[in-house]
């Protein structure tokens, strides 16, 4: 079978998965994991067109600071220039293609490790040495290629796709659903990049429902999760969600005595948002932390994960005491999510598996496949 064929007989397994009504519906089909084809066609679709979550804005405070990262195979600079601003743009040099910049840190100017060719924070071009005697070569018209970036509730979104919809238009409905929270004012205190052995929807789906909680979690937070009191909603198009009512003794988990915003049973509400196509965000009334998602092949996925307080609890004498028993506490929830997800993957990998029937608290990964079928089902 060529790699033609096997990118439509994916395409189609899926096409056929969610053409059923939810009450019917199944797992997605092995393919869309396994097939390296499958995954050609999320790069070009998905990666390369939609938005994508780099980071918090918050942690870009100072003019040259910047992070990279790489999308769909463009390496990527986010650095806040000489204006102030929060610009994206390619992290590749015009002379012989290096990258420039690596990891994450502050620069009065982006200086290439392999000829130093300089550039200003704006990406335009400040000097190269050796250039005087090509005729061909003028600084005043190089500048890097600019990516497309906004900044939504906080969230550094980037888009290698010039004619994507604005995120605040596209994710209105998100931001009107938890704009009591402030999730812009909440601040970054910790992230860290890991590389798992699953695909990366096979991560995304385990975040998107909370079906799993009591077993996978046993050992940590299962205890605390009643799934009768999980509300798993019919979704809008571009995010899914649900949410879980926590235990007040988590303090840090429920709004503080100081937010005076949240009412009623929002004070102890969490939100599990799944922003597509990768950035899933656990939001509390005083603390979140999120995953933002790429794969590195089918079996593979790169993560960034972060995590921080509301200014409240910030400000608390207590905060950080509270926050570092929960990110020990998120530490260890992550590494049981590795051995569950990583566990599927093997077995998705099997001769003898096949998907079975979805939980009504597995709504979400129904409409996440819908989301993924639109994209890549042309």
């Known amino acids: 079978m060529g790699i033609v064929d096997t990118k439509i007989e994916a395409a189609e397994e899926l096409r056929q998965n969610v053409s059923m009504p939810f009450n019917q519906a199944k797992a997605m089909p092995k393919s869309v994991y396994t097939s390296q084809e499958f995954l050609d066609l999320e790069i070009e679709h998905i990666f390369k067109k939609e938005w994508f979550c780099a980071g918090r804005a918050e942690t870009l405070q100072k003019k040259g600071d910047y992070i990279t990262l790489e999308l769909a195979g463009q390496p990527i600079m986010v650095i806040r220039d000489g204006d102030g601003q929060i610009r994206a743009q390619s992290n590749v040099c015009l002379h012989r293609m290096s990258t420039l910049l690596e990891g994450s840190g502050n620069t009065k100017t982006i200086v ?187 079996g593979q996925v790169q993560i960034l994960y972060g995590g921080g307080m509301s200014p409240d609890f910030a400000n608390d004498p207590d905060g950080e005491n509270m926050l570092a028993t929960t990110k020990a506490l998120l530490d260890d929830v992550n590494m049981e999510d590795k051995g569950c997800t990583e566990a599927v993957y093997k077995g998705i990998c099997s001769g003898l598996a096949k998907p079975g029937p979805l939980s009504h608290l597995e709504r979400p990964n129904f409409d996440f496949a819908k989301y993924i079928a639109s994209r890549v089902c042309k």
């Open 112 to 298: 290439c490790p392999y000829h130093a060719w300089t550039y200003n924070l704006d990406g335009s071009m400040r000097g190269a040495p050796g250039m005087d005697r090509n005729e061909a070569f003028c600084k005043d018209k190089l500048k890097l290629p600019q990516v497309k970036c906004e900044i939504w509730l906080g969230w550094i979104m980037v888009s290698l796709n010039p004619d994507a919809k604005p995120v605040a238009s596209e994710l209105s409905v998100a931001a009107a659903m938890i704009e009591d929270y402030d999730m812009a004012s909440y601040q970054q205190t910790f992230s860290e990049t890991h590389l798992w052995d699953t695909n990366w929807k096979v991560l995304a789906e385990n975040f998107m429902e909370s079906y799993h909680l009591p077993v996978c979690h046993s050992g940590t937070i299962g205890w605390s999760v009643d799934l009768n009191k999980m509300d798993c909603p019919t979704s809008p198009p571009s995010f899914n969600y649900h949410t879980i009512l926590k235990d007040p003794e988590f303090k840090l988990s429920i709004a503080h005595p100081d937010n005076t915003r949240l009412k009623g049973e929002r004070r102890i509400t969490t939100y599990l948002i799944s922003i597509y196509p990768s950035l899933m965000i656990t939001l509390t009334p005083g603390y979140f932390w999120y995953l933002s998602l790429h794969p590195k092949g089918p």
